[in-house]
């Protein structure tokens, strides 16, 4: 997948793009990551990409010349069937799931834009833009983290990206539940020991006491997942004996 980012501040992604898993994909080749500087892009002679807003207020909007020109430059590389799909991020968003991210790492080509302080002019958003996409409901000082929010979740989905042992198998398994707590050595560590079964050897016991604890962690943290979550019988009756337990 090629991920293409319109900012004014493409250094935020400098550490990102080559750090951890993401850093890894992009060096098997998996994934691209291109950063484009829309202040690159001002035909205007001390590079200014921004302005006033007309009708007064506060802030500065991202004129739409340099933020259309940045589209053109990049569309310029694609042929006409593989445009990339356009994200602008945004508090107007589609809210980003799992199930958003799993639809959108199908794609073959993404182009993120973000807006920083200030707004964009809503005609470059109408003219390009194919989906919006917040990360949650609160506001932030510019769309970068979120892109980089959006590229970490789709980027870890992509064939290939995630190592055996980083295995996402396990995590549809569990779908749409907390995960399981976790523990490594020493079995006893200040007095506190790690739960017997998990030394036990019995992966069956061990399977259960997981599922468990997920159902546990998710009914006390977030009861709201379980409208949604894929369960078992058996996770209905384990269930029923953790709200008895209560
Ligand atoms: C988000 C968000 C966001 C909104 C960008 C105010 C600067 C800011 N973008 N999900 N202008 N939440 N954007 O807060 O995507």
């Not at 739409?64 to 310029?76: E, G, H, L, N």
């Not at 799931?97 to 959108?104: D, G």
Request: glycine share 6%; with cysteine.
């Amino acid at each position: 997948m090629k991920i293409e980012i319109l900012t004014l501040f493409p250094e935020m992604f400098e550490t990102f793009k080559s750090s951890s898993i993401v850093g890894r994909a992009v060096e098997k080749k998996l994934i691209s990551i291109q950063t484009h500087n829309i202040r690159g892009f001002s035909d205007n002679k001390h590079k200014q990409a921004d302005d006033y807003p007309y009708g007064g207020g506060a802030g500065m909007v991202l004129m739409p010349q340099p933020v259309s020109d940045a589209f053109r430059y990049v569309f310029s590389r694609y042929s006409e069937e593989q445009k990339p799909m356009v994200i602008y991020l945004s508090p107007q968003g589609k809210v980003l799931t799992q199930k958003l991210a799993r639809q959108l790492s199908k794609e073959t080509a993404l182009i993120l834009l973000c807006g920083h302080y200030e707004g964009i002019d809503q005609r470059a958003i109408d003219r390009f833009v194919d989906m919006e996409v917040s990360i949650g409901d609160y506001v932030l000082t510019g769309g970068e983290l979120p892109a980089m929010v959006l590229t970490d979740c789709i980027v870890r989905l992509i064939p290939g990206v995630l190592g055996s042992s980083e295995s996402i198998v396990e995590e549809s398994h569990s779908a749409g539940l907390l995960e399981y707590p976790q523990y490594t050595r020493p079995a006893v560590y200040d007095g506190d020991a790690v739960p017997e079964v998990l030394l036990s050897g019995n992966h069956k016991e061990i399977e259960k006491w997981r599922r468990m604890q997920s159902l546990k962690n998710t009914l006390q943290k977030r009861p709201d997942l379980l409208d949604k979550a894929v369960l078992t019988t058996e996770d209905l009756s384990m269930l029923k004996e953790l709200k008895n337990s209560l």
